[in-house]
């Protein structure tokens, strides 16, 4: 895995956690909003949407330099748009990452994979 790959995979992961939080507290403000005066929805609303965008935007740049099939970038996207999907999303991300740097360890140390 070169830098620039693991630089995309590491911001699509680095991002896909707030962004898996913001979901929720969107959900508590809209339920908040409803049923009390407190009415966090218009900022909570634009902080979930920033962080949505940079999810894509990250989610799309990491599918270039990876060379992913489509399978894959649409089940980060569909984790996204999920409440807490987001968290399996992160988890996976970072799974990814570490094979990454092992693979890239073990290339420049001659371990060949039987």
């Given at each position: 895995?070169?830098?620039?790959?693991?630089?995309?995979?590491?911001?699509?992961?680095?991002?896909?956690?707030?962004?898996?939080?913001?979901?929720?507290?969107?959900?508590?403000?809209?339920?908040?909003?409803?049923?009390?005066?407190?009415?966090?929805?218009?900022?909570?609303g634009w902080v979930h949407a920033i962080l949505f965008l940079l999810f894509v935007v990250f989610l799309l740049d990491?599918?270039?330099?990876?060379?992913?099939?489509?399978?894959?970038?649409?089940?980060?996207?569909?984790?996204?748009?999920?409440?807490?999907?987001?968290?399996?999303?992160?988890?996976?991300?970072?799974?990814?990452?570490?094979?990454?740097?092992?693979?890239?360890?073990?290339?420049?140390?001659?371990?060949?994979?039987?």
């Open positions: 895995m070169d830098i620039k790959t693991a630089s995309a995979l590491r911001r699509l992961r680095l991002v896909s956690l707030p962004e898996a939080i913001s979901f929720p507290l969107l959900l508590v403000c809209s339920w908040l909003k409803r049923n009390t005066d407190f009415n966090a929805v218009p900022v909570m990491a599918w270039n330099r990876t060379k992913w099939p489509l399978k894959r970038p649409a089940l980060f996207f569909v984790l996204a748009v999920l409440p807490f999907g987001g968290f399996f999303a992160e988890r996976m991300l970072k799974r990814e990452i570490e094979a990454g740097v092992i693979a890239a360890r073990a290339r420049r140390e001659g371990v060949v994979n039987a």
